[in-house]
């Protein structure tokens, strides 16, 4: 039985955010085993991204985590022990491109549309539909763009937003992991 006190403590919110790219075979039940390898360290995953790779047997997973650098990496050492992890690597001082994307729909009365076109065209936030009452915007960018344009249109009111969560990649192909022998095994005749 777990009582409370066992639990570790949450994390606080001063506390920095980890980049994790985890490449895993394209297998059923890897996401849930990777979640629950964080959560049961009682910390929460932020954003949490899973797509095909280049490789249609792989899938990269991209998620934030606030916790320390060394938690950071006590986790990735027990994710690179799953037998589905390829990889598994802490893109945080990585020299790698990030992205988000998100839809925001924004209160636009009549009155105040053309400012706020205007302010959505520095960030270069795209009109994915307008209605007489609202635009909805798409913006892509990293996570401070995305946060400085929804810092400029929350006095107009946001209506509703989704977030995909960051991607990160890393600029260089010669950080790639070496191959592991038992998936490279597994592969030939």
């Known amino acids: 039985m777990t009582t409370l006190a066992s639990q570790p403590p949450p994390p606080k919110a001063e506390q920095p955010t980890r980049t994790l790219s985890v490449v895993v075979e394209n297998r059923f ?14 910390y929460n995953i932020e954003s949490l991204t899973v797509a095909g790779s280049s ?40 020299n790698c491109v990030e992205r988000e994307l998100v839809l925001v729909r924004v ?17 270069r936030a795209r009109v994915v539909t307008a209605t007489p009452d609202n635009y909805v915007f798409e913006v892509t960018g990293d996570t401070g763009k995305v946060e400085a344009f929804l810092d ?17 990649l890393q600029r260089n192909s010669t950080a790639k992991a070496p191959p592991r022998e038992d998936i490279a095994l597994s592969a030939k005749p």
């Open 152 to 168: 400029v249109v929350r006095p107009y009111g946001i209506e509703d937003m989704v977030r995909t969560g960051k991607v990160a």
């Open 29 to 42: 039940g890897v996401l849930s085993r990777i979640a629950g390898l964080i959560s049961a360290r009682g």
């Open 55 to 94: 490789d249609a047997a792989l899938s990269r997973i991209t998620m934030v985590v606030r916790c320390e650098s060394e938690l950071a990496q006590q986790m990735l050492k027990q994710m690179n022990k799953l037998v589905d992890v390829v990889t598994a690597v802490d893109l945080s001082d990585a």
């Open 107 to 123: 209160r636009a009365p009549q009155e105040k549309r053309a400012t706020l076109l205007t302010e959505a065209e520095i960030f």
